[in-house]
Structure formats: structure tokens, C-alpha cells
């Protein structure tokens, strides 16, 4: 891919910083990251191409956007197809202390209106706040634009003192998500230990750490403590897939 070669007033810099980057991605294979570099770098471009008005320079520009653009195209297929083949992989690094992924910001590429049945398999919904995390990420999948009707878990029953309050916690979340018309399925396992969410859309994500990758926070009246873009992380490693079909757990 050429070098940006742009100007040097804000905007162009902006943009050759963004597609220089977008260039390393792709030469690194990272196709998922080059393609939002460069459609991030496209969008700033054409906002300099709208302040130039020398002829030679609209030109050069326009020159420029187009193979940028061909290129994010050209990527964007090989995705595509990458999808139907069932081989598509991206990966996200948190960071120890992170912030900015909340189950929302995290998915949300991930939802939309055809998704109308959740598969979730994590050992670790037992304690109070584990409860809560999965509460939360059923919140999310009841909103626009999804249109889940069945949820399932696959989850270890606590053994210690804690079933009693794992098992009521579990009963009034299904109570509550009965009542937005959503069904929720529990099932018990001793030997599970996998931790991924599978999506009728095809979309699979294994989170290192399942859905508990928050931090405590610091007071009830801490930031973060609602809302979880601003919680900090544990580290942990996130990997999505997309294959034709989801099998039932």
C-alpha cells in the first residue's frame, strides 16, 4: 500500500497517522483493526477533501481515498467470506486495569436484530456479584436492537453456603426475564469449565475470564460502580469467532 504522503495542517496529519497505522495492521494481517483504520482514516480524509480548494490537490486527495477505499473493501470481503467459511478470529487484549468494556462496548458490534437465542457457558455465576454481572448482561440482550427470546446458561451449582442465595438469584432472574417475555433455561454441570457466549447469528465469544473480568470497585460511590465502562479490569483476553451454525449445550 502507497504511503499517505497528505499535508500538514490538523486534519491531514490526523488521517495519515490514522492510515500509516492501518497500513502496518494490514501488513501485519490484523485485517479486523487495518479495516477500522482505515475507515477511520477515509472519513478524515474526506473531511480535508471538503476544506481544499485547490484543484490539484482535490485531485491528489480523491486519488488517494479511492485506493484507501478499495483497499478497506477488498479486506472487508476476505472478512466476509472468512465469516462463511467459519474461520474468522479476532482478539482482544484487556489490559490489567483497563476501562471502556462494559459488556455493552464489548458486544455490541455482535447484536443485533436477528439474534433471538443466547447460549452462555460459564462455571462461575455462583456469588452475589457474579449474579449481578450475568443480571447486567441480560439487560443488555433485551434491549434494541435484539430480540432474544430463549437464554440458556450452563453454570457449576456452589456447593458451599452460597447455593441457596446462587439458586434464588438464578429463580428471580428468570421470573423477571418471563416477564419481558424471555425465556431462561439453567442447566447445572460439575465438569464444565469452558467460559463462551455463542449468538444464533453465528457470533462466538470466549472471555478468559467469562463475564466476572471486573474489578471491585472502590466504594459504593466510586465511578464504575454503575456504570462499567468506567470500572476497571482484571486482565484478560477475548476471542470472537464466527461460525455458520451454533450447536445447544
Known sequence: MAKSGLGQDPQ??????????A?????????????????????????????TKDNTKRCNLREKISKYM?????????????????????????EENATGFSYESLFREYLNETVTEVWIEDP??????????????C????????????IHLLTS???????VQQSRGLQEIEESLRSHGVLLEVQYSSSTHDREIRFNNGWMIKIGRGLDYFKKPQSRFSLGY????????????????????????
Open 226 to 249: 454503575c456504570d462499567f465502562d468506567l470500572r476497571p479490569c482484571h486482565e484478560t483476553t477475548v476471542d470472537i469467532f464466527h461460525k455458520k451454525h451454533t450447536k445447544n449445550i
Open 12 to 21: 491531514s496529519t490526523a488521517a495519515a497517522t490514522v492510515l500509516k497505522r
Open 23 to 51: 497500513v502496518e495492521l494490514d501488513s501485519e494481517s490484523r485485517y479486523p483493526q487495518a479495516l477500522v483504520c482505515y475507515q477511520e482514516g477515509i472519513d478524515l480524509l474526506l473531511q480535508v477533501l471538503k476544506g
Open 157 to 163: 451449582l456452589d456447593e458451599g453456603t452460597e447455593q
Open 139 to 150: 439487560e443488555m440482550l433485551i434491549k434494541r436492537p435484539c430480540k432474544v427470546k430463549t
Open 70 to 94: 478499495d483497499r478497506a473493501e477488498n479486506i472487508k470481503k476476505y472478512l466476509e467470506q472468512e465469516k462463511e467459511d467459519g474461520k474468522y478470529h479476532k482478539q482482544i487484549k484487556i
Open 124 to 137: 462461575y455465576i455462583r456469588h452475589t456479584h457474579q449474579l449481578y454481572n450475568f443480571l447486567r448482561f
